[in-house]
């Protein structure tokens, strides 16, 4: 039996993404068809399982409210409402607290109370936690380390009910991830060459990085 795939037949858009649709002539590497008691589990935990179901909910509402409306920063204010949340976490990397000041003031403005959390806190240089000096950035000058743990265990401490990421680093947003008590969201995926679109690199692949899928 082949490996599930999303991508070989439901990249073919004759097939019309068939899961979609609702019809049941799946092709043969579809996980819905070779993974049924995975996907029966999953459905059972949306209506069973009370943290779970707590947050489907809230999705399934800002979905429906605001599809094709609500840009993602609305999204995330509306679901934080949906959701019952009073206290917002915001872990944000250090080239985003402008962002990140306009963010806390618009949840501040809805009556939330909101914990920010810069990626930088500690102030340590990068060796002090076990990187090594030819790794950093500009080697031999202090270089401030991103401390995404610190950063959930400051949310954790303040019990915030829901917590979002600012542009953290790729690894550093998993470390905050593992380590917070509360549900996580991104709003901003870091993406530095695309001005935090990485969905541009996808949109260009046939132009500007056709060389990023065609070589090796």
Known sequence: MPLPKCTESCGN??????????????????????????????????????????????????????????TRVQESLEFAKLYGARKIGIASCVGLMTETALLVKLFEKNDFEVLSACCKAGS??????????????????????????????LCNKFETDFNFLMGLCIGHDSLFIMHSKAPVSYIVVKDR???????????????????LFEGK
């Open 193 to 211: 060459v695309t001005g935090h679109n990485p969905a541009a690199v996808f949109l260009t692949a046939g132009t500007y990085y056709r060389n």
């Open 124 to 153: 340590f240089d990068k060796t002090e936690a076990g990187i090594a000096e030819n790794d950093k950035i500009r080697p031999s000058q202090f270089e401030a380390t991103c401390n995404p743990i610190a950063q959930a265990e």
């Open 13 to 70: 858009k004759s097939l019309n993404q068939i899961c979609y649709r609702g019809t049941k002539n799946f092709p043969q590497d579809c996980p819905t068809c070779q993974e049924p008691e995975i996907m029966e589990a999953a459905l059972t935990k949306y209506k069973n399982d009370a943290k779970v179901e707590k947050i489907f909910q809230a999705a399934a509402k800002v979905e429906s409210q605001g599809y094709c409306k609500w």
